[in-house]
């Protein structure tokens, strides 16, 4: 069944709140009251087939941008970041004891913030020797780091390949310097080329690098030469955003002082347009789409596992203030302040701030609404694993969005149009239980 209907959507403004799905159930169901699940995940066996994976965050940033929501500090000093990394070993030790992670080797590796290349080469070097020794990544397919570009000199880049990174990510965002400086982020425009160049010369397995679209003050003009120059640089992966604003960002709380309701950035129909925009000249210079988001140059050869990994399944070991993890079907965060993180690992505490023990329906729903971000969701895939046919379970919500010209579907596969993939993050929500339909995602 398919449709080739193209009406255009309505114009939305951009308003305050988190359109991006990466979970589910949403982050708002998770509860405090739930921590016991968490010690009954680590007990459980690890025969399920499940890959691990580990998640540091590093939560320093030299500038904090104006549209960031995670939690990351601009004020600690050397001592205070030793003493947070110090702490996120003791984590890992604790963890790598417990049933479900002992004996096992993570399949990918994810170094996340915050800004990871804040730190310095040595003490990237000495973080990763003491997880390799806990938790040994020899077996590793995919490590991956953040980088900004303002962090990240040759000898940096150098460090960071040493220690086995093999994907190297730059949050590029814009190439304008004016449009940097405006949405406060803390590198500038000719950094860009310079960790470009010093991150080619190692030659990791993949280099990819982020833009955002509908950044403040962002302009046609200005669009139209991000994607220019990213087809200059030809990396192996393009990764672009739409630009949202949640609650807790410094463009929030200027919304809030001046009273005003719509965020003072391009619309939603524009930034779709953009991102489409990207897509086709991307597509025309030999890219291949693979997400709502992501681009790559050679789809044989670039993978996310990361990505990938955690959309069907893996269990996700998260280290660190504030970090997510999945374990045997409970999600888990940790508290969301270091005083409060390094106090429970110094008292020998679990510091899970919040948690959510979920059932076989409410899993496989979480990796339907994931899989359907890659723009293809494979139906045997739900009927091996969950006993589910996605067709007779949403045949109404299909049906509905087929008709609407968002994609198509037979009784193999589902395939999202590119209209549908520029907009995916709204369309999930139609196939969300109703008892987590909220407009709260976090």
């Given at each position: 069944?398919?449709?080739?209907?193209?009406?255009?959507?309505?114009?939305?403004?951009?308003?305050?709140?988190?359109?991006?799905?990466?979970?589910?159930?949403?982050?708002?169901?998770?509860?405090?009251?739930?921590?016991?699940?968490?010690?009954?995940?680590?007990?459980?066996?690890?025969?399920?087939?499940?890959?691990?994976?580990?998640?540091?965050?590093?939560?320093?940033?030299?500038?904090?941008?104006?549209?960031?929501?995670?939690?990351?500090?601009?004020?600690?000093?050397?001592?205070?970041?030793?003493?947070?990394?110090?702490?996120?070993?003791?984590?890992?030790?604790?963890?790598?004891?417990?049933?479900?992670?002992?004996?096992?080797?993570?399949?990918?590796?994810?170094?996340?913030?915050?800004?990871?290349?804040?730190?310095?080469?040595?003490?990237?070097?000495?973080?990763?020797?003491?997880?390799?020794?806990?938790?040994?990544?020899?077996?590793?397919?995919?490590?991956?780091?953040?980088?900004?570009?303002?962090?990240?000199?040759?000898?940096?880049?150098?460090?960071?390949?040493?220690?086995?990174?093999?994907?190297?990510?730059?949050?590029?965002?814009?190439?304008?310097?004016?449009?940097?400086?405006?949405?406060?982020?803390?590198?500038?425009?000719?950094?860009?080329?310079?960790?470009?160049?010093?991150?080619?010369?190692?030659?990791?397995?993949?280099?990819?690098?982020?833009?955002?679209?509908?950044?403040?003050?962002?302009?046609?003009?200005?669009?139209?030469?991000?994607?220019?120059?990213?087809?200059?640089?030809?990396?192996?992966?393009?990764?672009?955003?739409?630009?949202?604003?949640?609650?807790?960002?410094?463009?929030?709380?200027?919304?809030?002082?001046?009273?005003?309701?719509?965020?003072?950035?391009?619309?939603?129909?524009?930034?779709?347009?953009?991102?489409?925009?990207?897509?086709?000249?991307?597509?025309?210079?030999?890219?291949?789409?693979?997400?709502?988001?992501?681009?790559?140059?050679?789809?044989?050869?670039?993978?996310?596992?990361?990505?990938?990994?955690?959309?069907?399944?893996?269990?996700?070991?998260?280290?660190?203030?504030?970090?997510?993890?999945?374990?045997?079907?409970?999600?888990?965060?940790?508290?969301?302040?270091?005083?409060?993180?390094?106090?429970?690992?110094?008292?020998?505490?679990?510091?899970?701030?919040?948690?959510?023990?979920?059932?076989?329906?409410?899993?496989?729903?979480?990796?339907?609404?994931?899989?359907?971000?890659l723009g293809h969701v494979a139906v045997s895939y739900f009927k091996i694993?969950?006993?589910?046919?996605?067709?007779?379970?949403?045949?109404?919500?299909?049906?509905?969005?087929?008709?609407?010209?968002?994609?198509?579907?037979?009784?193999?596969?589902?395939?999202?149009?590119?209209?549908?993939?520029?907009?995916?993050?709204?369309?999930?929500?139609?196939?969300?239980?109703?008892?987590?339909?909220?407009?709260?995602?976090?």
């Open positions: 069944m398919s449709s080739t209907t193209e009406a255009e959507p309505k114009t939305n403004p951009t308003e305050v709140g988190n359109y991006f799905i990466s979970n589910y159930p949403p982050f708002s169901f998770w509860s405090p009251d739930n921590k016991k699940d968490v010690d009954d995940a680590f007990q459980q066996p690890h025969d399920d087939g499940a890959a691990l994976g580990v998640y540091h965050h590093i939560p320093f940033c030299r500038k904090r941008c104006h549209f960031c929501y995670f939690r990351v500090y601009t004020d600690k000093n050397a001592s205070e970041i030793k003493e947070y990394l110090d702490s996120t070993i003791t984590e890992l030790k604790y963890f790598a004891k417990q049933p479900r992670i002992a004996g096992r080797k993570p399949k990918f590796v994810y170094f996340g913030g915050g800004t990871p290349s804040y730190l310095s080469g040595k003490q990237l070097t000495e973080l990763t020797d003491q997880m390799k020794a806990i938790l040994p990544w020899d077996e590793a397919e995919e490590v991956a780091f953040e980088g900004e570009p303002g962090t990240l000199n040759p000898r940096k880049v150098k460090a960071i390949k040493d220690i086995g990174v093999t994907r190297l990510s730059l949050g590029v965002e814009n190439f304008d310097a004016r449009i940097l400086e405006l949405n406060g982020r803390a590198h500038k425009a000719d950094e860009v080329y310079m960790a470009y160049e010093a991150a080619k010369n190692q030659d990791f397995d993949q280099l990819n690098i982020d833009l955002i679209a509908g950044m403040l003050d962002e302009t046609e003009i200005n669009w139209q030469r991000n994607i220019e120059e990213t087809l200059k640089l030809r990396p192996d992966c393009v990764t672009i955003y739409q630009m949202e604003i949640p609650y807790n960002t410094t463009i929030y709380k200027e919304m809030q002082t001046s009273g005003a309701l719509v965020a003072p950035v391009a619309d939603w129909q524009v930034k779709r347009r953009w991102v489409k925009e990207a897509f086709d000249a991307l597509e025309s210079a030999g890219y291949t789409v693979t997400s709502g988001y992501t681009a790559v140059l050679n789809p044989d050869k670039t993978k996310f596992l990361y990505r990938d990994e955690l959309w069907t399944g893996a269990d996700l070991l998260g280290l660190g203030v504030a970090s997510i993890s999945h374990i045997a079907g409970v999600h888990y965060q940790n508290v969301n302040e270091i005083a409060q993180y390094t106090e429970a690992i110094e008292k020998g505490e679990l510091p899970v701030h919040r948690a959510l023990k979920t059932s076989q329906e409410e899993r496989m729903i979480r990796e339907f609404l994931l899989q359907m971000k694993k969950f006993s589910v046919n996605l067709i007779e379970r949403y045949a109404e919500q299909l049906k509905e969005l087929a008709e609407e010209g968002f994609l198509e579907y037979d009784s193999e596969n589902i395939r999202l149009h590119r209209r549908g993939l520029l907009c995916v993050d709204n369309l999930l929500f139609k196939f969300f239980l109703p008892e987590h339909v909220t407009s709260r995602i976090v």
